[in-house]
């Protein structure tokens, strides 16, 4: 459903989605309205409400485990902190991918663990 809303946003048409999957709005939203007990607590753009104060986002690739740690030591001199760091985990595919994939390679039928 995410792969439709973004196509139909790219084309200009305007989307109202209702979630409370907070990942889900920041991937396809551009604005957001907060409402709590039936009442608009806030509303604005994304990137500016969802966005946590004084946190700081850094992500990388490729470092080893000396260069991690070499990021870690800057952060702590600096008096920060380290909230976490480490490898995430990849997105599940979504259904659109997986008929996409699937039209790629016509006649292939993957199984299934129950079908094995």
Do not use: F, W
């Not at 260069?67 to 979504?94: D, F, T, Y």
């Not at 997986?98 to 016509?106: D, Q």
């Amino acid at each position: 459903m995410k792969d439709l809303i973004i196509k139909l946003r790219e084309e200009g048409k305007t989307i109202l989605m209702c979630s409370h999957l907070l990942a889900d709005v920041q991937d396809v939203c551009d604005r957001v309205a907060i409402l709590y007990q039936g009442e608009l607590k806030e509303m604005g753009r994304v990137d500016s409400l969802l966005k946590v104060r004084d946190v700081t986002e850094i992500r990388a690739a490729g470092l080893n485990a000396l260069a991690q740690e070499e990021v870690r030591q800057v952060i702590e001199r600096n008096n920060g902190h380290v909230l976490n760091m480490g490898n995430r985990p990849r997105r599940s595919k979504s259904v659109p991918q997986i008929i996409r994939e699937s039209e790629e390679h016509p006649g292939r039928r993957v199984r299934g663990v129950s079908e094995k």
